[in-house]
């Protein structure tokens, strides 16, 4: 059973259309959910770290919450330069060196 | 802050040969440092984490004989790829996290993309 699920796995919006993804997660204890942009062929980018429910961290057109048992991240007013894959991680309170668990990706691709 | 680098960002090597993949901290000291591999619309999976002047932890599967980690420094770790097969060809990517990085976080460099022929 996967421990961290995303949705949707593909999601096409037009320029200006506000949406969220989401991501879930089933760990014993969080200790911290991390959000990243991943372009093709590149490495994820750093968004967000979360680390208690109710918590909420914006940058531009992106918001990310969280939840006792899951995330969201909301785009709001979305551009075509924010189509890339949106990977959710998650860190349990009893991880082994710092280990984070990732999610499968929301691939995100908005029409112009 | 946080800046991470990989080196070479492709390489194309032949069946049977070794290649070395490098990643380096460019503007804090990694403490620790993770080692991934991603396939084609896959999500990061993690190959094996090291901390500076120890011993690299593998994930179960894989091969340790074969990926050889070596963390020698706060500023690189060396992925080694040995006796390469096609099977092998992957997007491998390292992260970091160390002194002045937030709990937990890690910041990634850019991949790597090794195609064995």
């Known amino acids: 059973e996967d421990q961290v699920t995303q949705s949707p796995e593909a999601l096409r919006l037009q320029e200006g259309e506000s949406s969220s993804l989401n991501c879930s997660y089933t760990?014993?204890?969080?200790?911290?959910l991390f959000w990243y942009r991943q372009d093709p062929g590149k490495g994820p980018e750093f968004l967000f770290t979360?680390?208690?429910a109710g918590e909420e961290k914006e940058k531009e057109r992106l918001k990310a919450t969280l939840t006792k048992k899951e995330s969201f991240l909301h785009i709001t007013a979305p551009k075509p330069e924010d189509s890339a894959t949106y990977l959710c991680?998650?860190?349990?309170?009893?991880?082994?060196?710092?280990?984070?668990?990732f999610g499968k990706g929301t691939r995100l691709h908005i029409l112009p | 802050g946080a800046v991470v680098s990989q080196h070479p960002s492709w390489v194309i090597c032949k069946s049977g040969t070794s290649v070395k993949i490098e990643c380096r901290s460019l503007d804090f000291q990694a403490t620790t440092m993770f080692w991934y591999r991603q396939f084609p619309k896959q999500s990061l999976m993690l190959m094996a984490t090291?901390?500076?002047?120890?011993?690299?932890?593998?994930e179960q599967g894989v091969e340790k004989d074969k990926f050889l980690i070596n963390h020698a420094s706060l500023t690189l770790s060396t992925l080694t790829v040995t006796s390469a097969h096609p099977e092998d060809s992957s997007f491998y990517i390292c992260s970091a996290r160390g002194m002045g990085t937030g709990w937990g976080e890690q910041y990634f460099g850019p991949g790597t993309r090794l195609t064995v022929t």
């Open positions: 760990v014993s204890g969080l200790r911290g």
């Open positions: 090291s901390n500076e002047g120890s011993k690299a932890t593998y």
């Open positions: 979360l680390y208690s």
């Open positions: 991680a998650v860190q349990e309170v009893e991880a082994r060196d710092d280990k984070i668990i």
